[in-house]
Nanobody, 121 residues
Framework: HVQLVESGGGPVQAGGSLRLSCAAS????????MGWFRQAPGKEREGVAI???????VYADSVKDRFTISKDNAKNALYLQTNSLKAEDTAMYYCATRRYCTTMAPDAFGNWGQGTQVTVS
């Protein structure tokens, strides 16, 4: 019952930056945890960053100090600012939601967007 649409991906040179966006709709007004995830070919989907209703955040060690998750409550939008991109950041990036930010495990998130591709060369 929550629809998510990602955008902002594309090709980028190593060391560059991209700002990913996720437009959300269909909320009921209850608290929600939103997160960014990524999946590279041949690899399992992994959590990148999550943010709860109060703005508290958690980051994967692999992106700490390089990526920033944020949200705009007025616009119902989620963002991921990606800086100092590396080849290993290449993946399909997804936004997803669940009730509470008690875990970053992908299997715990039930609502997913279609993804946006990030390719670092």
């Amino acid at each position: 019952h929550v629809q998510l649409v990602e955008s902002g991906g594309g090709p980028v040179q190593a060391g560059g930056s991209l700002r990913l966006s996720c437009a959300a709709s269909g909320y009921t007004g209850r608290p929600v945890c939103m997160g960014w995830f990524r999946q590279a070919p041949g690899k399992e989907r992994e959590g990148v960053a999550i943010i709860d209703s109060d703005g508290n955040t958690v980051y994967a060690d692999s992106v700490k100090d390089r990526f920033t998750i944020s949200k705009d409550n007025a616009k119902n939008a989620l963002y991921l600012q990606t800086n100092s991109l590396k080849a290993e950041d290449t993946a399909m990036y997804y936004c997803a939601t669940r009730r509470y930010c008690t875990t970053m495990a992908p299997d715990a998130f039930g609502n997913w967007g279609q993804g946006t591709q990030v390719t670092v060369s």
